[in-house]
């Protein structure tokens, strides 16, 4: 059985959103500061940077399953409301490369 292709609502500047969410389904991509709940309607996947909060005034009533962002924190996630709506939530850190100086 052939799963239908996923709604995704992305914000407009996370880069190569094609490469990495193409082949999952429909891309649907919104200024971050201007995501709203009505964008989410039929909404199955949210990708966010840091500019967009997200909690229960963005992702009530929507059919929303999974919430990404492309940042390096999460204080604009409320993480409590989503783990009450059944969210689990991996949060990854990538290996920040450390930065040398030196002084003549």
Not at 38 to 63: F, H, K, N, Q
Not at 90 to 96: E, G, L, T
């Amino acid at each position: 059985m052939k799963q239908r292709p996923l709604n995704i609502v992305a914000d407009e500047n996370i880069p190569a959103l094609d490469a990495m969410f193409g082949p999952l389904g429909n891309i649907r991509r919104v200024p971050g500061r201007g995501v709203s709940n009505r964008d989410l309607r039929d909404a199955d996947l949210l990708l966010v940077r840091s500019i967009t909060d997200v909690g229960a005034e963005l992702l009530t009533g929507t059919p929303v399953g999974f919430v990404g962002t492309a940042t390096i924190g999460t204080d604009h996630v409320d993480l409590g409301y989503l783990a009450e709506r059944g969210f689990r939530s991996a949060v990854h850190r990538a290996a920040m490369p450390t930065q040398s100086s030196s002084t003549c």
